[in-house]
């Protein structure tokens, strides 16, 4: 697995390493939704209608860019029960994401279901470049 | 480290952080706690989310956790925390959380064991295709944007009046069920997004839905008043505001970051950023946290109409004819402002209770009539294999804790720590041979919330019993349950 998941009393944390930006953002996407589905149904999806998902915006540093892309996937999922199959950054600097994807709609009883993410927190959220790319922690409320 | 942080014993089941251990600290900590279930507190960091609660301007008298604490966000669970208003006192999302006024209400049935016992399964089954539970399901209430709003305007009243429920279910539940000055324009675009759909859902996680018996009452005429005897069967709900509050805890915490350096307000964690109540952030927070608490309440009282709808159905009878009467519904994640007397002078303070339950005196004006002369009923799920509690408020707890105890057991062991003991073995199984049936949507949920997980709420109970916060009024045990 690309990131690690680690202990918190009531909740569910993952710990990312990537050698890149965009390697950290696409990890961190995939840790999302395999905590809340069986994501890897979802990447050969056969007779589901593939939905297009763009994304852009811009935050002031790279903390509050991965904290905000966390917080569309899970809008995206939660509000829209949308898991994001194919994810094409267009633009990714630490103020910016540019991202145009495609996404399959999450249907209850069909697809299996693991932890409902309420929240991505601020608790020992963290997100920092490394001699050898970038790593971060987030704790997301179930 | 939590280890490091010094407790002084005041008594038996009070601790205390002074106020001189950390430089900033306004307030000593308080912990309502025993000296058997003082390591567990140890384990996780929830002690110095005390310390750093103590920082916030305006708090009165103590930052307070009781013995169901455990690691939370900024605030730990279990937490309490008074902030005088007139004095800079804040009001913190992190002090309420994102499941705004997450909360639990019990029922009570003309029903006793034997009516039940033998049909278990198939009642439990019933409910659970009928009450919608799990990740990504939706409820049969869909709401358009105008009803939305008068629900986060209105709460259970609203939904009262589109016929889930009994204008009376608002006299047994907190605050009836609605908090004046919520107002819908606070609230994002995005939160009536999440929101629409999820009326009457159950959620997943710690939520569920319990048919219970009432197997032990401590105050026999206090029961009685509450409706409650022994043998009878009883029903338990929790669950909170959903998307619908998670997305206004979210957008709020921008917001009160932001307020952070406006107002030159040192916070130790941010997750605790807040802003003054008198402020515009402080109010705006404020409106629309009451609309995530009033929608709560209308999903509280939505469930409680489709299990009212399921046992009716399920018995040949009707509700009304098998006396399902809501006992009370009460909030444990909440701000609220509420009167209280500090250093002899009554004072209008902003309560925070993360993870704490209300427990009012009897003479409150707030309670209804029913309740005045015994105090407030204070509901107390434990976990799915041992017990639940039905407590009455105290006047103990109005001179120390603003009317608070603890909310449930509290967690004992990490998710991954309750899969791991899980392997090996059914949780399910094991239940259902002690006579506990379980319905959910998987069996990692149920390992999850296995009891292990769990402290034991007898003696979380036992601890708020022994500080004077709560009186023991009946005890129940699960028949069935379901989550999500």
């Known amino acids: ?142 | 480290m939590a280890g490091s942080i010094p407790l002084i014993r005041i008594d038996d089941v009070r601790w205390e952080i002074p106020v001189s251990f950390r430089k900033g600290m306004r307030v000593p900590g308080r912990i309502f706690c025993d000296e058997k279930n003082l390591p567990k507190i140890h384990t996780d960091q929830s002690l110095e989310q005390v310390v750093n609660v103590a920082f916030l301007p305006g708090i009165v008298n103590y930052a307070m956790a009781m013995p169901d604490i455990h690691w939370g966000y900024g605030f730990p669970i279990g937490g309490v925390a008074a902030m005088d208003p007139d004095e800079g006192g804040v009001v913190s999302p992190g002090g309420v959380g994102y499941d705004i006024n997450c909360g639990v209400r019990m029922l009570r049935t003309n029903l006793t064991e034997p009516d039940i016992r033998p049909r278990i399964k198939e009642l439990v089954g019933a409910l659970f295709s009928r009450i919608p539970c799990g990740v990504g399901e939706s409820g049969d209430i869909k709401l358009n944007r105008k009803e939305i709003r008068q629900v986060a305007r209105e709460g259970s009243s609203w939904v009262i009046k589109q016929g889930f429920g009994e204008a009376h279910d608002l006299d047994h539940t907190e605050a009836g069920g609605c908090l004046e000055g919520a107002d819908p324009q606070t609230v994002s675009e995005r939160a009536y997004e999440r929101g629409n759909d999820q009326l009457g859902t159950l959620g997943s996680g710690n939520h569920f839905l319990e048919v219970q018996v009432v197997d032990r009452i401590f105050e026999p005429e206090t029961a009685a008043c509450f409706g409650v005897a022994e043998g009878q069967i009883t029903i338990m709900i929790h669950s909170g505001s959903r998307g619908f509050g998670y997305q206004i805890c979210e957008d709020s915490l921008g917001m009160t970051r932001r307020a952070l350096s406006k107002y030159g307000i040192h916070v130790p964690d941010i997750q605790l950023s807040c802003a003054p109540v008198h402020s515009s952030e402080g109010k705006q927070y404020l409106a629309a946290m009451r609309c995530a608490a009033n929608f709560a309440w209308a999903n509280r009282q939505c469930l409680t109409h489709l299990v009212r709808e399921v046992f009716g159905a399920f018995l040949g009878k009707s509700p009304k004819d098998l006396g399902m009467d809501l006992v009370y519904d009460v909030s444990h994640n909440i701000a609220k402002f509420e009167r209280f007397a500090v250093n002899g002078k009554e004072k209008m303070l902003c309560v925070h209770r993360k993870g704490a339950t209300r427990a009012y005196a009897p003479g409150c004006e707030e309670l209804p009539e029913a309740y005045r002369t015994t105090g407030q009923p204070v509901i107390i799920p434990g976990d799915m294999g041992r017990n639940s509690y039905l407590l009455a408020g105290t006047q103990q707890a109005m001179d120390e804790t603003f009317g608070s105890c603890c909310h449930g057991a509290g967690r004992a062991m990490s998710r991954t720590a309750a899969l791991k003991a899980a392997r090996g073995h059914s949780v399910r199984k094991e239940l259902e041979e002690r006579g506990i049936f379980v319905m959910a949507r998987g069996e990692r949920g149920i390992a999850e919330e296995q009891p292990a997980a769990y402290k034991d709420v007898n003696e979380v109970v036992d601890i708020v019993s022994r500080a004077g916060l709560a009186r023991k009024v009946a005890r129940m045990r699960p028949l069935g349950v379901i989550k999500g």
Do not use: C
């Open chain 1, 1 to 142: 697995m690309p990131y690690e998941i680690f202990e918190h009393t009531a909740d569910i944390g993952l710990r990312l390493e990537a050698g890149n930006l965009e390697g950290l953002f696409r990890d961190a996407a995939s840790g999302f939704f395999e905590l809340s589905t069986d994501y890897a149904a979802f990447k050969n999806p056969s007779g589901e209608t593939i939905q297009p998902v763009e994304m852009n915006f811009q935050e002031e540093n790279a903390e509050e860019l991965f904290m905000r892309w966390l917080q569309e996937l899970l809008f995206f999922f939660s509000a829209r029960r949308l898991v994001m199959v194919d994810i094409r950054f267009i633009t990714l600097t630490p103020l910016m994401l540019k991202m145009k994807g495609s996404a399959v709609r999450f249907i209850p009883h069909k697809h299996a279901a693991r932890y409902e993410i309420k929240a991505v927190t601020h608790h020992r959220f963290r997100v920092a470049r490394t001699k050898s790319g970038w790593e971060a922690e987030v704790v997301f409320d179930v």
